[in-house]
């Protein structure tokens, strides 16, 4: 079976993110070009992506303000993720907008973005002529390239033909990835990274406090549909999240569950969004946030006092 079953994660995940939007949770004008099917998913699971998608944004937002238009942001496993679009939606700019994934995932992106306009128009736009190969796209700015990121020599390869600049500011976003990948992988990715970039962020949205008869149910269904978890031995809480960046030659880390992270969120944002639909398990939302974090790491000290709110 290989790596199909963790490659199908991205429908999940891209399924899961239009419903939230048909709803009403927040406003995403182009994920439905990569993504024509939904099914009714739980509150706690909307809710859930609300708060993943509103918490990476604000430190996507904190790192552009100060970094400014030298900013480069790079997204590991970004699947049919639509944070390019949005940004160009609120006319934000940046030096280079990259993102990777499986080739098998990356040249079904590339597809999409050929056949829809809107999609290829935001490009087009500011990023000038955009290039086509079966798994890759690159433009002046925006590079969607397939890539295994457990193979350290063809991501190197691949940010170079992005024109990725060592030496500028990065912010590196990985949403429910690294959980896939071996930690050995994992370890090695992070330490090349922080041996190769000055100065940077890294947020990783993911798994936590799994040692408990939740954590068990939660992992039983992922490795029901045939996924490996290869990485969650750094799962476990949010001391080994941060330590595989601190122990990777990171400056520093830091973590927080998903119940931090969404009392940090506007509360006029949350009182919004806990009118769409009625909750009646609100215990179980609370499992659900417990057992998922937010976890920064950083390069150098320009980025290291962002925080949640
Ligand atoms: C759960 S999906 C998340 C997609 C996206 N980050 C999001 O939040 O919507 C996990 C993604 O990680 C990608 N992935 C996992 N392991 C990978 C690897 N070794 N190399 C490249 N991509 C990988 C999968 O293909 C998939 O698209």
Redesign the pocket.
Known sequence: MG?QP??A??D???EC?RGAVQLGYWTDNYISYFVKHTERRAPEINRGYFA?IKSVDSFVQKFISRAGSTAQIV???????TLYWRLKDEGVVIANYTE???P??TSKKCYVIKRNKPLLDRIYEQDGEVFFSPVDLHSGNYHCL??????IAQLKDKLNQAQIKFDRPTLF??????V??ESE?VNRLLAWISSSFESGFFVN?EMCNINDTFGDIMLGNLKARGCSLAGISQCKNLDTQKGRFVNNGWAGAKAWDMVQVYHSIDATERHRIEKIEFLDERELLVQLFQHYCICVGWLGQDFADFDID
Not at 173 to 178: F, S
Request: charged letters at 25%; a negative charge; aromatic letters at 14%.
């Open positions: 790596d963790v490659i994660t991205n999940d995940a891209s993110k993943r997204n590991f496993g970004a699947g049919f993720d990777l994934d499986f098998t995932v397939g890539v295994d990121l457990r193979n976003i990985a949403e429910c990835v690294l896939y990948i992988c949205y």
